[in-house]
């Protein structure tokens, strides 16, 4: 470009057509918080260090450290004996996970499950009152629910799933429904 055409749009094209009000800023691009990690497809049991990803999942999560305790009596075993990524007795605080899925949102998803047997009748049922309540203002929960569709299982998948993706950045109002996490 040279220097006259550098001047005339210096010059020129601000001026040409002065906007009558200033642009809206544009909308923050949200984006989901704790996204799906990739899957390992050749990992072995031996190989994974399931420890550091607990840890990572205390750390990533911010979950509040005087809870470690509680988390660190959860028995997570590393195994193939079923199909699916992972699975958890709550009751008993027994978690198994595939070494392909072992990352910190499986971990993330499976310990909101142990969270959420803790809950009163009162508050599991409160929940998803809660829950479709927020859904109505909050853009990043919206952005989830819309766009991850094992959240819309159940109540408790719901409510798993709202924590693996979001964490820290949950609707405030739905925190207390996670016991040991915040
Ligand atoms: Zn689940």
């Known amino acids: 470009m040279c220097l006259s055409k550098i001047v005339k749009w210096l010059v020129g094209t601000p001026l040409d057509n002065p906007p009558v009000e200033s642009p809206t ?33 205390l750390e990533d999560w911010q979950v509040n450290p005087m ?72 853009d990043l929960l919206q952005l989830v629910y819309s766009t991850k569709p094992y959240m819309r299982f159940d109540d408790i998948e719901t409510h798993a799933d709202c924590y693996r993706y979001l964490g820290q950045q949950m609707p405030k109002s739905l925190k207390r429904f996670y016991p040991y996490l915040f």
């Open 67 to 138: 809870a470690f305790p509680f988390w660190l009596t959860v028995n997570i075993e590393v195994s193939n004996k079923y199909l699916f990524p992972a699975g958890t007795m709550a009751e008993t605080k027994q978690m198994w996970i595939r070494p392909e899925w072992a990352n910190p949102g499986v971990i993330a998803h499976e310990m909101a499950h142990i969270s959420y047997s803790l809950l009163s009748q009162e508050d599991k049922s409160k929940f998803p009152v809660a829950f479709l309540e927020a859904l109505e203002t909050d």
């Open 25 to 57: 800023e544009p909308l923050p691009i949200l984006s989901i918080p704790h996204p799906e990690e990739e899957i390992i497809p050749l990992a072995t049991i031996e190989a994974t260090d399931i420890n550091q990803v607990f840890n990572d999942w």
